[in-house]
């Protein structure tokens, strides 16, 4: 198991990841899962932070992470949680799932570090079945000019010590041009009042296939 190796970036989202949670990160998840029933694919898992916050309306999950320090802690993450989940390999690109098999695909820092966000979400609109949701949180290119020029700056580096994440990704407008139609759409700043953190500007909300 493990598509993609990445045991510096792994550690380090390890480590920062109970800070955030704390932070108020978990109420955020909380809010990213409201609501969802059936069978839902979680894509790019990590650690399994989602995972507390499924409500019981979820039948199962099938938990998608490639980076098998991520994947390890996902599986134990699996074993406590209030629904059944299953922590597979896979890719955002090519998820090994039915076509039309999942009532909601869910991503939370997912489309800032795939390689072709365009593909991923060609593959999500595949999995998804009629009436399907796609929920994403997301950290985004800042429509402030000041703050989206520094995300531009850190652009040239960041990628390369963060997973491949960019921090200037217009993940909405790609959304619209990959044929979703959003729902409801959140614009915040996470931790709220971040000065100069590149990757503080978020959106939180739900897609339907157009």
Known sequence: MGL???PFFA?????IGARNEARGQAE???????GLTGHVVEVGAGTGLNFPHYPPTVERVTAVEPE???QEKAVEAA???????DVVDGLADALPVGTGSADAVVVSGVLCSVADPAAALTEFRRVLGP?????FFEHVRSGDAVR???QDVANLVW????GGCHPNRDTVSALRRAGFDLVRLRELIFPPGAKVSVVATRVLGVARPR
């Not at 550690?11 to 480590?15: D, E, H, N, S, V």
């Not at 955020?28 to 409201?34: F, G, T, V, Y």
């Not at 009436?131 to 929920?135: D, M, N």
């Not at 990628?159 to 963060?162: G, N, R, T, V």
């Open 159 to 162: 990628p390369h010590l963060m």
């Open 68 to 70: 098998p320090t991520l």
């Open 4 to 6: 993609v190796e990445n």
């Open 79 to 85: 074993r406590g949680a209030p629904v059944p989940i």
């Open 28 to 34: 955020l998840r909380k809010e990213l899962l409201a």
């Open 11 to 15: 550690r380090l989202f390890i480590r």
């Open 131 to 135: 009436g399907g949701e796609l929920r």
């Open 148 to 150: 989206g020029r520094w």
